[in-house]
């Protein structure tokens, strides 16, 4: 029993450290899948004519979500390599009171490419791992007066913007540390700090910022699913392009996996505990680890 629980920490100590924050990935090199999607993001419309006079009230359906393709490769005995690429689309949809024809000319809905993660994650002891990793700034940006896809990206995952936000690199050092309470639960705790670098001139300030994230959980084995519950969020500690607007104050997480066939399906749900600037109401997420053997 102490070896299952032993493997079991191990497993979450390097999920803690991914990007994503999921648990028990499979040992070895592996894939992985994201899908995430914002709830409740919706707007209502109200038209009306040149005196003032309401027309009709409406509701901007909104479609946010976001894909992220991953991959972990052990490159020594305690040295993981880890990657993702993102991806995030944005729609549209206008009551046929508003008359959008002058604008958006591409379409209401884009897809665009995010900004890439690549790092490094070590594994100091079973329970502590620190990964170090930077986002490249490729996510394209386009006109105002168009779609954007990265506004999906945005509201599908506000606590991890900068992956999709265009003009911004990132540096990220995570710590994890991961404690057995028992033979069936574990605790993850996470901190992880990071510089945000614009990469253009096109805004109010040039000045990074630097942020720091949080997150604490609870897993609880269960036969083959584990069940987890807890909390994370993103705070932006100085003052220059991305603070306040990006604020990510505490968002509840409650998810499952289960080992299937030699891959974890995950799920979970993520709540804001605040007002959320985009005004999603929430994420659901779904997330597929496959090893390759």
């Excluded at 005995?77 to 591409?106: H, I, M, N, Q």
């Excluded at 490729?138 to 007066?145: E, G, H, K, S």
């Excluded at 999906?152 to 990220?172: I, N, V």
């Excluded at 083959?224 to 104050?249: C, E, K, M, N, P």
């Amino acid at each position: 029993m102490r070896l299952s629980v032993l493997a079991l920490v191990l497993a979450a100590s390097a999920a803690s450290a991914q990007p994503g924050g999921w648990p028990t990935p499979p040992a070895g090199p592996s894939v992985s899948v994201d899908l995430l999607y914002a709830v409740g993001d919706d707007l209502g419309i109200t038209t009306t004519d040149v005196d003032g006079q309401l027309i009709e009230d409406g509701e901007l359906g909104i479609v946010s979500t976001a894909l992220v393709l991953g991959a972990r490769v052990p490159v020594g005995r305690r040295l993981t390599a880890v990657a993702e690429l993102p991806v995030a689309y944005a729609a549209y949809d206008f009551p046929e009171s508003v008359d959008v024809s002058g604008f958006y000319a591409d379409g209401l809905s884009d897809v665009a490419l995010g900004n890439p993660y690549v790092g490094v994650q070590a594994g100091v002891r079973p329970d502590l791992s620190l990964d170090l990793g930077v986002r490249v700034p490729l996510a394209p940006n386009r006109d105002l007066n168009e779609v954007n896809g990265w506004e999906g990206g945005l509201r599908a995952a506000p606590e991890r913007f900068e992956a999709y936000l265009p003009d911004t690199f990132a540096a990220l050092l995570g710590v994890a540390y991961v404690p057995a309470l028992n033979e069936r639960l574990r605790l993850r705790l996470r901190a992880e700090p990071a510089l945000l670098v614009p990469t253009t001139d096109q805004v109010v300030t040039t000045d990074p910022d630097l942020a720091l994230g949080y997150g604490a959980a609870l897993d609880a084995a269960v036969g083959r699913a584990t069940l987890s519950g807890g909390v994370l969020g993103r705070q932006i500690l100085t003052d220059g392009r991305y603070d306040t607007f990006f604020d990510a104050d505490a968002v509840a997480v409650l998810g499952a996996s289960v080992a299937v066939g030699g891959v974890r399906p995950s799920v979970a749900v993520r709540v804001p505990l605040y007002d959320a600037v985009l005004g999603q109401d929430a994420t659901v997420a779904l997330r597929l680890d496959v090893p390759i053997r």
